[in-house]
């Protein structure tokens, strides 16, 4: 299959591509690497000995999108493209409609003008907002608590509203937990510009002594020690879900969310302990206060995904820390 990945040369989009190389179709990233590089290129080659297409563009520009489309004969796209950063976003709301909410309008534009009509997602949890039961299924009440959230609730929308007005879109959402972890090669992963503002990077940053000691926020939640609990999900697991959901829509018309989650929660101070034992190295840390905004706990139930798309998470979270640590003691020291 022809495959296009709006913001593809991302965190997520890149370990999506590697997937989908693997697996024998044709990929095209589309990026306009706002928050990547183009030597992520380099390295999806080096993993997959295939180098995918590359169109440096934003998807904004509907008419570039549109002959890209074309000019690839695409017969799919999976929708990474758009800005993530919850406290930027409090800060730069219209950035974050621009670029998300108007990001998409241009691309359901274009796959409309081409005939394209099967689009996969990159929902949020952050759409169930605080959560009034646990573990979170797609049946959950959705609302937003901060502009990056509501953008992704307001494309839902858009995305349940486009396949009611034509019956032959095939679109999935898949709303993701809390991706982490990184290929098992060292040579992708997450590797925000500017201080972390995830567990994850941040007490990556930690163990490697660029970043003195960790912050925990808040010990005082009703969760079994105190701190917050969420669904991590192994990178390459949720990629493995993106084949799935795109094997699936095949056989299914019309809009549907499904979670992509472990079904377990680790809190912080698991998380900690977690890396700490992957990495032999100390990870320092204060408890401070609750960060605004956070919930107590989130995490999924899976379910959904089991049953339509034959899909699981794998991946342990030892493999998750042994894979995060392998990238970051790559990485170039600043
Ligand atoms: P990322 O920032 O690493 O990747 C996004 C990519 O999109 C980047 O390469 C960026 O350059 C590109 N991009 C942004 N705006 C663009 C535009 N207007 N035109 C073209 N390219 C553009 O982020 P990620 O973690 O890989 O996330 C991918 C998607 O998954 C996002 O939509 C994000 O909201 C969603 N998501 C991420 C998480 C997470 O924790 N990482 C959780 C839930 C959902
Ligand atoms: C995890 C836990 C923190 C940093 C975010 C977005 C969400 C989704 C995924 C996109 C929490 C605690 C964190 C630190 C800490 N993204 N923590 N010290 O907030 O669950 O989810 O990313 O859709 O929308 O909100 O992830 O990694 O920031 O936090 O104690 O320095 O770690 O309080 O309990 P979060 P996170």
Redesign the pocket.
């Known amino acids: 299959m022809n495959i296009l990945l ?2 593809g ?5 890149s370990h999506v591509a590697i997937v989908l190389l693997e697996a024998g179709h044709h990929v095209v990233l ?7 590089d183009a030597g992520v290129l380099a390295r999806i080659a080096k993993i997959t000995g295939k180098e995918p297409i590359f169109m440096e ?4 520009a509907t008419s570039t999108l549109t002959e890209t489309l074309k000019n690839h004969a695409i017969e799919a796209v999976i929708h ?5 950063a919850v406290g930027e976003s409090t800060q730069k709301p219209l950035a974050y409609y621009a ?1 998300n909410v108007e ?1 998409t309008i241009s691309l359901l534009e274009s796959m409309s003008e081409v005939g394209i009509r099967t689009l996969v997602f ?3 949890a ?1 759409v169930y907002g605080e959560p009034q039961y646990l573990p979170l299924d797609e049946a959950h009440p959705t609302s937003a608590t901060n502009p990056y959230g509501r953008t ?1 609730l307001y494309i839902e929308e858009m995305l349940r509203d486009i396949s009611l007005s034509d019956p032959s879109w095939r679109i999935v959402s898949l709303r ?1 937990f ?2 982490a972890g990184a290929h098992e090669s060292g040579l992708i992963g ?1 590797k925000p510009t500017g201080a972390p503002n ?1 567990l994850m990077p941040y007490m990556a940053q930690v163990a490697t002594g660029e970043l003195k000691e960790l912050s925990v926020f808040g010990n005082d939640y009703p969760t079994p020690d105190g701190t917050g609990v969420r669904d991590y999900i192994h990178v390459m697991d949720l990629a493995e879900g993106h084949a799935a959901a795109l094997s699936w829509l095949a056989g299914h018309f019309g809009w549907h969310a499904i979670n992509l989650g472990t079904g377990e929660g680790y809190s912080v101070l698991d998380m900690i302990a977690a890396f700490a034992k992957a990495s032999g190295r100390d990870i320092p840390y204060r408890i401070a206060p609750r960060r605004k905004g956070d919930v107590a706990a989130c995490y999924a139930d899976p379910g959904k995904a089991l049953r339509e798309l034959g899909w699981q998470a794998r991946r342990r979270l030892h493999v998750m820390c042994e894979d995060v640590w392998r990238f970051q003691r790559r990485l170039p020291r600043p």
């Open positions: 709006t913001g040369m991302g965190y997520i989009g589309y990026d306009n690497l706002c928050n990547s563009a934003d998807v904004r990474f493209a758009g800005l993530k670029n990001g990159s929902g949020s952050t992704k993701y809390n991706p997450e995830n």
